[in-house]
């Protein structure tokens, strides 16, 4: 494997602030989850988790900032945080397609089968809702592989096209499939076995994170070759779609 494991998990490895910076944004994370269902400490949230995370990845991935985390008070990330969600919102448009018919579906027969007084069709609906639910779970498994190579396109010239550029996400996928499939699997069990255990899964979520963005900032590193010369564009955003 290139991914340095142990570097990953030592947020102060290339930063003598690391745990710091990574306490303070946990702070944030965690403030503002508090207030998640009004919509100012909802939408910040939204948009500076993910940026900032975005912002890490691309610092550790081509050496920028020589690796540190990035700024708390950085206004850059709420704007990689906006063009962020809206990549993942045009990737989920598949998902929620089919979770729409599904739903639709299902509640269309569970009326007809009311109506006609047929508990079969009835049941049918339900099977049919079940089966979309699973195509709907597949679905979602394969967006989330996606997610990491998809960061890191973005993160090369911080554009929203980049961000679809399948023929760079495959290739990136299968450069190094076991390394891949580690910055994929080492969160999801971090959080998995964090959430099992009350109010710990919430405290250590940004955490995970940030160990996340490390790990995919090293795919970035070790297996891509991005570098320090991996330049930004001046116009950072829509300007390669």
């Known amino acids: 494997m290139r991914i340095n494991l142990a570097k990953a998990f030592n947020l102060g490895a290339d930063d003598p602030d690391g745990w710091k910076s ?15 269902f009004l919509i100012l400490p909802g939408l910040f949230l939204m948009l500076y988790g993910p940026g900032y995370l975005i912002q890490y990845t691309r610092n550790v991935a081509t050496g920028d900032n020589n690796k540190k985390l990035p700024e708390i008070a950085s206004g850059a ?19 929620m397609g089919v979770l729409m018919v599904g739903l639709g579906g299902a509640v269309a027969g569970l009326l007809s089968g009311a109506k006609m007084d047929s508990p079969l069709v009835s049941m049918g609906s339900l099977a049919g809702a079940g089966l979309m639910g699973i195509v709907a779970c597949f679905m979602g ?4 592989s996606f997610v990491p190579m998809v960061t890191l396109q973005y993160c090369k010239n ?9 023929g760079a996400i495959f290739s990136g996928m299968f450069r190094s499939p076991l390394d891949y499939l580690a910055i994929i699997a080492i969160p999801f069990i971090l959080n998995l076995v964090a959430g099992m255990i009350p109010v710990v899964g919430w405290v250590a979520s940004p955490f995970v994170a940030l160990i996340s963005a490390n790990l995919v900032g090293q795919y970035g590193a070790h297996v891509l070759e991005m570098s320090g010369e991996t330049p930004v564009s001046s116009d950072v955003g829509f300007s390669k779609f």
């Not at 990574?22 to 998640?36: E, P, T």
């Not at 990330?77 to 998902?95: D, E, N, Q, S």
């Not at 911080?158 to 399948?166: E, I, L, M, S, T």
């Open 158 to 166: 911080y554009q929203f096209g980049d961000a679809f550029n399948f």
């Open 22 to 36: 990574a306490a303070l944004f946990a702070l944030v994370v965690i403030a503002c989850s508090f207030g998640i």
């Open 141 to 144: 498994l394969v967006i989330f």
């Open 77 to 95: 990330g709420l704007w990689h945080g906006f063009i962020t969600m809206l990549v993942f919102i045009v990737y989920c448009l598949p998902l």
